[in-house]
T-cell receptor, first 112, second 112 residues
């Protein structure tokens, strides 16, 4: 089954404790991206990747890092999480940049 | 930069048609999308339209694109209670491959 898998689905952490949210897709898609969803703001792009070892900043990259060492995986790293990073995070992938994106189920992160 | 706007709420009676509207600013948009998000779930692609099309119909869904006015709409015929969800309009900017810009989302409530 074609899918985008994120882990964990829920995470509560403390300020400053490094964490990684994993994202994996099994569709051999070149493009992957991370979004955060906050009430009344829709989804805002954090980072995206056009291929292995190629990543670019989205609209809200501050406080986040990503890596793309293999095609299928695109982890999101928060080196020093802060409470304003409490949000619902979605990973997405697409075959080409301009075709439809498939989304993971989301990761609800709470930073206290 | 790119901007996508939607009205926040829509309430309809079961069996009626729903029309969700969206406006965007990027005249170079290539693809425009409608996503559905049910409570506690990820985003599900409902339909999309390429920018050189005016209309696309898919069962109960009709997408209309007015490129001159940069206006996109989604019509759901015979709306059911299972259609209650948040609907997001999104576009792929012509100058930013790999990126999706989302509207704030429209909360559709269907009353029996």
């Amino acid at each position: 089954e074609a899918q985008v898998t994120q882990n964990p689905r829920y995470l509560i952490t403390v300020t400053g404790k490094k964490l990684t949210v994993t994202c994996s897709q099994n569709m051999n898609h070149e493009y992957m991206s991370w979004y955060r969803q906050d009430p009344g703001l829709g989804l805002r792009q954090i980072y995206y990747s056009m291929n292995v070892e190629v990543t670019d900043k989205g609209d809200v990259p501050e406080g986040y890092k990503v890596s793309r060492k293999e095609k299928r995986n695109f982890p999101l790293i928060l080196e020093s999480p802060s409470p304003n990073q409490t949000s619902l995070y979605f990973c997405a992938s697409s075959l080409l940049a301009e075709t439809e994106a498939f989304f993971g189920q989301g990761t609800r992160l709470t930073v206290v | 930069g790119e901007d996508v706007e939607q009205s926040l709420f829509l309430s309809v009676r079961e069996g009626d048609s729903s029309v969700i509207n969206c406006t965007y600013t990027d005249s170079s948009s290539t693809y425009l999308y409608w996503y559905k998000q049910e409570p506690g779930a990820g985003l599900q692609l409902l339909t999309y339209i390429f920018s050189n099309m005016d209309m696309k119909q898919d069962q109960r869904l009709t997408v209309l694109l007015n490129k001159k006015d940069k206006h996109l709409s989604l019509r759901i015929a015979d709306t059911q209670t299972g259609d209650s969800a948040i609907y997001f309009c999104a576009e792929t900017p012509g100058t930013s491959y790999g990126k999706l810009t989302f509207g704030q989302g429209t909360i559709l409530t269907v009353h029996p």
